[in-house]
């Protein structure tokens, strides 16, 4: 396969043409990267990225700067390069899963794209991801070159979207093994999984009841979880027993009477045992607090 050019504008870069070329070498393993404004090297590159004022994914284009943009979401949120890029390739570069695809675009994509664009409802205050890209341009006292700068921003954001690629597709795949977990469950106000795996959405999509989650942890011994009000929430559907705060060791089993009963956050929102069975007890016991 001949190989292809991809053009991008030189100088200061942000996250989304950083983004882009992140996300393109995931489906173009080898291929030339030039950094440049010439309206000639532009025409005849394969791609062109954030530069040329043109977008059109038939011929490879994917600029955002004309008159009009490239476009936006239902939501309102334009797209920048990097969300045009998506467009086209995301679903490929996650393997074809739409889920994971859409799951990115939503969480990563859309986000970079408001902030390129000047987007800003909405989006998080304090240092956001695209800052962080756009630290790796040199200072004024630097003297690094630009390309240089940029090529370890595009290694950067290569981890980061593989990541984010990783925790979608992690967070889709378990959601099946939650939803027979509380399909499975005898008491809808606990749930037992074989083994951790993320939960809280799925929980929260398909069990009103729901109040404690019990898994194995990464070290054999088992937890016991509170379930929060919503997901991100410090507040708890209901809370573990105030007496355990903070306990661990015999302090917690004299309180519980379990002999294997190992620690207690003090936020009252986790808990364990040794063993499943009096990890259960645990439940029962907060059940009836």
């Known amino acids: 396969m001949t190989q292809i050019t991809i053009a991008t504008h030189n100088g200061n870069f942000h996250a989304d043409d950083v983004f882009s070329i992140a996300a393109l070498k995931s489906i173009f393993p080898s291929f030339k990267l030039v950094r440049t404004r010439d309206l000639n090297v532009i025409t005849a590159a394969d791609l062109v990225i954030d530069v040329g004022g043109i977008y059109d994914p038939e011929t490879g284009r994917f600029d955002h700067h004309q008159r009009g943009g490239a476009g936006a979401r239902e939501n309102g949120i334009p797209f920048s390069s990097f969300g045009l890029i998506w467009q086209k390739y995301g679903v490929q570069i996650c393997a074809g899963n739409e889920e994971v695809a859409t799951s990115i675009d939503n969480g990563l994509v859309s986000t970079i794209d408001a902030i390129d664009c000047g987007h800003v409802e909405g989006v998080a205050q304090g240092i956001s991801l695209s800052q962080t890209i756009s630290m790796f341009n040199p200072t004024w006292q630097e003297e690094a070159h630009f390309d240089q700068c940029f090529d370890q921003a595009v290694a950067f954001a290569e981890q980061v979207l593989a990541r984010f690629i990783a925790s979608a597709s992690g967070g889709i795949s378990a959601k099946a093994i939650v939803a027979k977990a509380i399909e499975d469950t005898t008491d809808p106000r606990v749930i037992v999984l074989e083994k951790y795996i993320p939960w809280k959405r799925t929980v929260h999509a398909m069990s009103q009841e729901a109040l404690y989650m ?10 016991i979880q509170t379930v929060p009000v919503e997901p991100g929430s410090f507040e708890d559907r209901k809370s573990l027993p105030a007496s355990w705060a903070g306990l661990s060791d015999q302090a917690l089993q004299d309180v519980t009477g379990l002999e294997d009963a190992m620690f207690c956050h003090n936020g009252l929102f986790i808990a ?4 499943f069975e009096n990890t259960m007890k645990m439940a029962d016991m907060a059940l009836k607090a």
């Open 214 to 223: 019990v898994y194995p942890s990464s070290t054999g011994q088992w937890r």
């Open 272 to 275: 364990g045992c040794a063993s």
